[in-house]
């Protein structure tokens, strides 16, 4: 089953981290290509991986802290996320999905009447290079959401007013071959409430029928695995860092298995294979465990939703 036109689809990830050159050195160790620091005008600071489908990782620390404590009392829901999130949970994690948009204040309005906003949208601009250096500038508007049985992790729906004039190729290019996100592993005892508000917030049909385990959300370019930590274990053979209640696990699209796993096994980096994919645990500046498989995920295909 397909999503529906008017479904939302995954844009991006949010990894807390607490240094950016940690976050940077372990990325760059794992085969991507990691992007110069952009910098928010609230004190946050980035350092993205971009990926040919237009999807991105964004690695996020705190640059200037009196900013940061500034835009929280201004209201700024994205810096104060980002704060409940590390105060709670520590400096380094998955702290958000993120889906695209063309209408962010229809997305706030809906998320609003549907008891699910922790505040008013954000519109900022921040500037942009590419990896020669060159400079552009990139505007953006952001409807936030939240859900119950997710105390610290947050959504929001990302619109792109502006679009850099750089060109990304270069940073689109990687060692292990990614091409995109395939999508995420979200753990909740409550599989099904759980995914369902998922669904409301991205505009998204159930997909596949649920069950007391997983539940499977299939969005237009990738898919949302909402999973019980025990299923999580069954599948991964791995404790999920979140605990009961989180964002566990990112699916990353590449050209080959086995180029992935020589690459990060000469270098020293713990993988196993886990069905048709490579995974890699979570590690410090590495917010999340990683699950690599080869190719794009059709939509509608839900395989690492299925408990086992």
Do not use: W
Not at 16 to 24: G, I, M, N, V
Not at 64 to 71: E, F, G, L, M, V
Not at 130 to 140: I, L, M, P, R, Y
Not at 249 to 270: F, M, N, P, Q
Request: net charge negative.
């Amino acid at each position: 089953m397909s999503a529906p036109s008017s479904a939302l689809s995954l844009d991006h990830l949010v990894l807390p981290t607490a240094d950016l050159e940690t976050a940077s050195a372990r990325l760059c160790a794992l085969g991507f290509t990691v992007a110069p620091q952009g910098t928010h005008p609230f004190g946050t600071v980035n350092r993205c991986v971009y990926f040919s489908d237009g999807c991105f990782l964004e690695p996020l620390a705190i640059g200037d802290r009196d900013r940061c404590t500034a835009a929280i009392a201004d209201g700024n829901v994205f810096v104060a996320r980002d704060e409940a999130f590390r105060r709670a949970r520590g400096q380094e994690g998955f702290s958000a999905i993120v889906f695209a948009t063309a209408d962010a204040e229809a997305d706030h309005a809906r998320y609003v009447s549907g008891g699910m906003s922790p505040g008013k949208p954000l519109f900022f601009t921040r500037p942009f290079l590419d990896a020669d250096g060159k400079a552009g500038e990139a505007s953006f508007r952001l409807a936030f959401a939240t859900i119950a049985g997710l105390a610290e992790p947050f959504f929001f729906a990302c619109q792109r007013i502006g679009v850099p004039a750089v060109d990304r190729t270069a940073l689109e290019a990687h060692e292990n071959g990614a091409r995109g996100l395939a999508g995420a592993v979200v753990v909740a005892d409550d599989t099904v409430s759980v995914r369902d508000a998922i669904a409301r917030i991205a505009k998204v049909g159930n997909g596949t029928e649920p069950d007391a385990e997983a539940a499977a959300l299939v969005l237009a370019n990738a898919a949302i695995d909402v999973m019980r930590p025990d299923a999580y274990r069954r599948r991964f053979g791995a404790e999920p860092d979140c605990g009961r209640a989180g964002f566990a696990l990112i699916r990353v699209a590449v050209d080959a298995i086995d180029v992935v796993r020589a690459l990060l096994t000469s270098r020293g980096i713990a993988n196993r294979l886990v069905g048709a994919g490579l995974f890699v645990p979570r590690a410090a500046g590495q917010g999340a465990d990683i699950l690599f498989e080869a190719g794009l995920r059709e939509a509608g295909s839900t395989e690492t939703g299925t408990a086992s």
